[in-house]
């Protein structure tokens, strides 16, 4: 089945697309990604989404007007993928959407939002579309994330040891493989380093190019001990997080009432991403950390985190055949790809819901919808392949 995964994260700065022709072969996943392109969203469209992010807030009228906007740039990175890398003809297409609000309260998930209508995408494209991921598992009474969870699972398997995927994004979740997986969010990831970046250089700039401030300051350790006291690094998976929490309106009493110089700032921000997410995958004594997402492109939060981590080894999805950059797209062209299947896509032992389920809801395109067979046995592995055109 040639399927376009599409994923835009809490970074909200583009929206990835991934082509992956995908096979089920007696209980494995064969996936060969054909290509990865990236769609920067217009800077209106990105400003008046970051507008209505948390802690801002926003009428139903902007929030209709978001949910088109961003479901027409969807479809025409659906369109561009399938025309680039399907030579004009696909199967599906898998769409996360834009996350704007996950509602998680005294540690329960209930309810979530991700804008991106799907009509847009099977209008254009003529493809039917699988959509809206999040709420099945949190109707379930699991979190609804992280949900590439039964990914990670499945290609991580037979790997020795206990290997841990972590995807640092705007917001930092992994997976702990092993007899007994979980997966949670450990914290932020990009979110508190781009609003640093953008405190410091009074909005010209919004991350942290290749790390570079970070790595011209120092740390320091008594705003780093303040901002480790947030509560929600001590409460016990499963667990998730977002921009509710970790955004701007959130650090700035921090700032207000520390005379840390603007220099050192973004470094003791990264300093804590790094210490957050090796602090959360400590106890389950992992063997390796195989990291993607954004983050990955930091050097200086590499360098951190590698030293937090001691003597396990902390490498990239890259280094395992699985671009960093591809691997949330191509996670999710999977879940689209069981969800047709009738597979249930998520792992009622990461998530904590009480079964596993059926992903998403299904937008028909302009064909008959005609799904495939449920398969008889249960998925054991997943493998992938890319085929790297530069």
Not at 75 to 92: N, P
Not at 95 to 120: E, I, R
Not at 259 to 284: K, N
Not at 342 to 357: D, E, F, K, V, Y
Request: glycine share 10%; with cysteine.
């Amino acid at each position: 089945m040639r399927v376009v995964g599409l994923m835009s994260g809490t970074s909200h700065d583009a929206i990835d697309a991934v082509a992956a022709d995908i096979a089920l072969r007696d209980t494995t996943l064969h996936v060969d990604i054909l290509g990865l392109l990236s769609r920067p969203y217009p800077d209106r469209l990105r400003a008046e989404l970051i507008a209505a992010m948390p802690p801002g807030t926003v009428d139903m009228a902007a929030v209709c007007k978001l949910d088109t906007a961003i479901g027409q740039e969807f479809a025409a990175a659906a369109q561009a993928a399938v025309r680039e890398f399907f030579s004009g003809t696909a199967d599906l297409v898998a769409s996360h959407g834009q996350t704007v609000f996950h509602w998680v309260a005294d540690g329960k998930a209930y309810g979530t939002l991700q804008l991106g209508q799907p009509a847009w995408i099977a209008e254009l494209t003529g493809l039917p579309v699988v959509s809206d991921f999040r709420a099945r598992d949190i109707a379930a009474g699991g979190q609804g994330a992280p949900l590439v969870a039964l990914f990670d699972l499945l290609w991580l398997a037979g790997r020795p040891g206990r290997p841990v995927a972590l995807n640092i994004g705007g917001i930092a979740n992994a997976t702990i493989t092993g007899p007994a997986p979980v997966a949670f969010d450990t914290g932020p990831g990009n979110a508190l380093i781009d609003a640093t970046v953008a405190f410091v250089t009074n909005g010209a700039e919004h991350f942290d190019r290749d790390g570079r401030r970070a790595a011209r300051g120092k740390i320091d350790e008594a705003l780093l001990k303040t901002l480790l006291a947030e509560p929600y690094y001590r409460a016990v998976p499963p667990k998730t997080t977002g921009k509710e929490l970790f955004n701007w309106e959130y650090l700035e009493p921090m700032f207000k009432n520390t005379p840390t110089p603007t220099g050192d700032i973004v470094t003791t921000v990264t300093a804590l991403t790094a210490r957050t997410i090796a602090d959360a995958l400590a106890p389950f004594e992992p063997t390796e950390v195989i990291a993607s997402g954004g983050g990955t492109r930091n050097p200086t939060l590499l360098g951190m985190l590698r030293d937090h981590c001691g003597p396990v080894p902390v490498r990239t999805s890259d280094q395992l055949g699985l671009p960093s950059a591809a691997k949330e797209a191509a996670a999710f062209a999977v879940l689209g790809f069981l969800t047709a299947h009738g597979i249930p896509g998520s792992h009622l032992a990461c998530t904590g819901a009480t079964r596993a389920t059926v992903l998403g809801s299904i937008t028909p395109g302009a064909s008959r919808l005609e799904l495939p067979p449920v398969p008889s046995a249960p998925l054991r592995q997943l493998r992938v392949v890319h085929h790297d055109r530069g």
